[in-house]
């Protein structure tokens, strides 16, 4: 069973720092690219950001470029998204996505997700 | 990037009628969609990939169809524990994988 267990998120102020991680377990985490989807309160799904099986490829949303980087260590099957410069939009739940085969990105398995308030 | 359009934004249906929400896609992304069922409090659910082909696990009163760009998520005989939020994505061209902004299931 694909287990994903989301933490890091908490209560920063705008301007900080927050650095999210995701336990992956029962699932061939290095052989998958991986992603972060957040959800900011009463809004809808946005994807934030995918990495590549080795992380030699990275892409990210606009609205996060240049703040958010996203990486992976395949011998931990654990993803990060380590978060500067936070803003108040940057509020959500974020979740992270594994696709639910090697090519096609449908989102299959969910973990509860972890929450990020930035509010001073 | 792919922009995915739900309609209606809400809609109200009665228990044991059917509901049918539409996703329609900017461009054509083959059968490349998944629908999902989110509650509140609750991580979303997937119901549909593949534009038709039901996730494990999930009642036969959800159908999927649709090609290109239109899409259909027919719901056949409602159930109380059917009313959420329902949304759609694209995975033709990722990333960015894009989600439509949501169809709110509510009880009449």
């Known amino acids: 069973e694909v287990q994903l267990l989301e933490s890091g998120g908490g209560l920063v102020q705008p301007g900080g720092s927050l650095r999210l991680s995701c336990a992956v377990s029962?699932?061939?985490?290095?052989?998958?690219?991986m992603s972060w989807i957040r959800q900011a309160p009463g809004k809808g799904l946005q994807w934030v950001s995918t990495?590549?099986?080795?992380?030699?490829?990275?892409y990210y949303t606009d609205s996060v470029k240049g703040r958010f980087t996203i990486s992976r260590d395949n011998s931990k099957n654990t993803l990060y998204l380590q978060m500067n410069s936070l803003r108040a939009e940057d509020t959500a739940i974020y979740y992270c996505?594994?696709?639910?085969?090697?090519?096609?990105?449908?989102?299959?398995?969910w973990g509860k997700g972890t929450t990020v308030t930035v509010s001073s | 990037e792919i922009v995915m359009t739900q309609s209606p934004a809400t809609l109200s249906v009665s228990p044991g009628e059917r509901a049918t929400l539409s996703c329609r896609a900017s461009?054509?992304?083959?059968?490349?969609v998944a629908w999902y069922q989110q509650k509140p409090g609750q991580a979303p659910r997937l119901l549909i990939h593949?534009?038709?082909t039901r996730a494990t696990g999930i009642p036969a009163r959800f159908s999927g169809s649709g090609s290109g760009t239109e899409f259909t998520l027919t719901i056949s005989s409602l159930q109380s524990e059917d009313f959420a939020v329902y949304y759609c994505?694209?995975?033709?061209?990722?990333?960015?994988?894009?989600f439509g902004q949501g169809t709110r299931l509510e009880i009449k």
């Open positions: 996505a594994p696709p639910g085969t090697i090519n096609y990105y449908y989102l299959d398995v």
């Open positions: 029962g699932f061939a985490f290095s052989s998958f690219a």
């Open positions: 990495i590549s099986v080795s992380g030699g490829s990275i």
């Open positions: 461009q054509s992304v083959s059968i490349n």
């Open positions: 593949g534009a038709s």
């Open positions: 994505q694209q995975y033709n061209k990722w990333p960015p994988i894009t």
